[in-house]
């Protein structure tokens, strides 16, 4: 399947980032600093559906 990307920059806290590549690399769970935020954000998104979900609110993925 053919994916758009586009690409990103942000500030972060040294410390985090520090903390973040403590997990990426061989035999660790991420690639690269990237897989790793890509997961992240992807994994905050799904807990913000499960939220919305709990109010009734419409999800990012609804056609209304």
């Known amino acids: 399947s053919d ?13 985090l980032l520090d903390d973040l590549k403590t997990h990426v ?4 769970k991420f690639v690269s ?13 799904d807990q913000l559906d499960a939220i919305d979900d709990l109010h009734g609110r419409i999800s990012r993925d609804s056609d209304e």
């Not at 690399?25 to 660790?28: F, R, Y």
């Not at 990237?34 to 997961?39: E, I, K, L, S, Y």
């Open 3 to 15: 994916v758009c990307s586009s690409d990103l920059s942000l500030d972060i806290p040294a410390q």
């Open 33 to 45: 600093v990237a897989d790793a935020v890509r997961t992240a954000c992807r994994k905050l998104l």
């Open 25 to 28: 690399g061989d035999e660790k």
